[in-house]
Every structure is written in structure tokens, then in C-alpha cells.
């Protein structure tokens, strides 16, 4: 019984420290495209883009489409799903590789817009969920 209490602590132990590292190292991230360029001088860089429209001027049902699409859960949760979140994660731990992702409308907003669209471990499955 003793062993398998030791077992389980190491392997909890393990998975905070691996937790731990993965925030860090997304923090790590988040700070340096922050200081490569302010959060708000990206906001005005993106305003300025042919594409950009108002939250306010795509309609209503296009927006209610890509909510069920994208993230149907985006009404009941603070931008991260930690169940869609945790899936994802345990699928490309799984599979060694990126397979799927995990993220929510917010993180996909907060990922294209702060780091710029790029596919790593880290920004599928931990940089914006560090940001947040």
C-alpha cells in the first residue's frame, strides 16, 4: 500500500512540475511578444488591416454560427475550456505530434493577434492559457 501512495506521489510530483514548466515557458512567450510589440500598438496594426471589420457589423447568425462551430461552450466558460483543453493536450501527448487543438475563440483571438498564426505544442496547448 505504502508503494503504491509513493507511486502515485511521483507521478502527481511528475505532472506538476511538467504543468509547471509548460505555463512558464508560455508566459515566457507571452512576455516577449508583449515586448516586441505593445498589445496596443498590435491592436491598432490589426485595425488598420483591409479585412478588419467592427465586432458590431458581422451579423448576428454568423456570429451564433461560428460560436457553435468553433467553441459551443463559449457562453459558460472565462476563455478556457479546460475539458476541450485537456482532450487536446492528452490526444498530442498520445500521439507524439500536434493533432489537434484545444482552444477556445479567445485563445484563438489572443494567439492570432499577440503571436501571429504559428502551429508549436506550446501555443496549442498552453501559450494563451498562460496569457489569460
Given at each position: ?105 479567445t ?22 492559457i498562460c496569457?489569460?
Amino acid at each position: 500500500m505504502k508503494l503504491v501512495r509513493r507511486i502515485i506521489l511521483v507521478i502527481l510530483l511528475i505532472i506538476i512540475v511538467v504543468v509547471g514548466s509548460i505555463i512558464y515557458m508560455g508566459y515566457q512567450m507571452y512576455q516577449d511578444a508583449i515586448t516586441k510589440t505593445s498589445i496596443a500598438s498590435r491592436i491598432e496594426e490589426l485595425k488598420k488591416d483591409e479585412n478588419y471589420i467592427r465586432f458590431s457589423e458581422i451579423p448576428e447568425h454568423f456570429r451564433n454560427a461560428i460560436v457553435a462551430v468553433e467553441d459551443h461552450r463559449f457562453y459558460t466558460h472565462n476563455g478556457i475550456d479546460i475539458i476541450t483543453t485537456t482532450r487536446s493536450m492528452m490526444e498530442n501527448i498520445k500521439e507524439k505530434e500536434i493533432v489537434a487543438g484545444g482552444s477556445t475563440i479567445t485563445q484563438q483571438v489572443r494567439k492570432t493577434s499577440l503571436f501571429y498564426p504559428r502551429t508549436t505544442f506550446y501555443s496549442k496547448n498552453c501559450r494563451t492559457i498562460c496569457c489569460l
